[in-house]
């Protein structure tokens, strides 16, 4: 696609509930970034993956929350037993290169603003 | 990891007039130092960025400098505009990136 690409735009759940945020990079982009980001604040990272490996999981709060991008190209975070906490705006972001090797730019997503009640 | 820290968190200026944000980072290994604008309600951005083998790059009224002696960095804007007007994030980065809380610029017509 011509952009980073982001659904459900928009999610409001119960608090328990599990959801699952889904990204789709732009075509050909190797590395694939999950961001948080609060309002006002930076983004705040979570992890990352080179092609369909996951590089970096440092970032995710705790066991509730895991990613996967099984073909290289989508991903899907999700958040099992959803809490109040958990709500922000998840952002995910691609670049071209491989990361560590020739950190490039990120193409951030629109987003998906989470609302836990 | 990697720690950024980044000033001022707000900053409001004359149009016409400059405007400077600076980070500084923990990370030695750190050789990838972006910025990016993030309009009001949009997505961050990139505007300009630098790595670690060069200490200054100049894009028209935007410039950034390194010194990674200092582990600082800044972000300089000349003539301001008011379309400058947005949150600037600055980053770091050895494997991903981290971002820095950001700085919301205003310009004053």
């Known amino acids: 696609g011509a952009g980073v690409s982001q659904s459900p735009r928009y999610k409001v759940t119960k608090r328990g509930q599990d959801v699952a945020l889904r990204c789709d990079p732009i075509?050909?982009?190797?590395?694939l970034y999950w961001y948080r980001q609060a309002l006002g604040q930076g983004p705040e990272f979570l992890t990352y993956?080179?092609?369909?490996?996951?590089?970096?999981k440092s970032g995710l709060p705790n066991d509730r929350f895991s990613a996967e991008r099984p073909e290289g190209s989508i991903s899907t975070l999700t958040i099992q037993r959803t809490e109040q906490r958990d709500s922000a705006m998840y952002r995910c972001?691609?670049?071209?290169?491989?990361?560590?090797?020739?950190?490039?730019?990120?193409?951030f997503g629109e987003g998906s603003r989470l609302t836990v009640l | 990891g990697e720690n950024v820290e980044q000033h001022p968190s707000t900053l409001s200026v004359q149009e016409g007039d400059s405007a400077v944000i600076k980070c500084t980072y923990s990370?030695?290994?750190?050789?990838?130092f972006p910025w990016y604008k993030q309009e009001l309600g949009k997505r961050p951005q990139l505007i300009i960025d630098?790595?670690?083998?060069?200490g200054e790059k100049k894009d028209q009224r935007i410039a950034v400098t390194l010194n990674k002696t200092a582990k600082h960095f800044s972000l300089h804007i000349t003539e301001t505009q008011p379309e400058d007007s947005a949150v600037y994030f600055c980053?770091?980065?050895?494997?991903?990136?981290?971002f820095g809380g950001g700085t919301r610029l205003m310009v004053k017509p």
């Open positions: 990370d030695s290994a750190s050789n990838y």
């Open positions: 972001a691609s670049s071209l290169g491989v990361t560590g090797m020739n950190t490039g730019e990120l193409f």
């Open positions: 075509s050909g982009h190797v590395s």
């Open positions: 980053a770091a980065s050895n494997n991903m990136l981290t």
């Open positions: 993956f080179n092609y369909e490996a996951q590089q970096d």
């Open positions: 630098i790595r670690s083998n060069v």
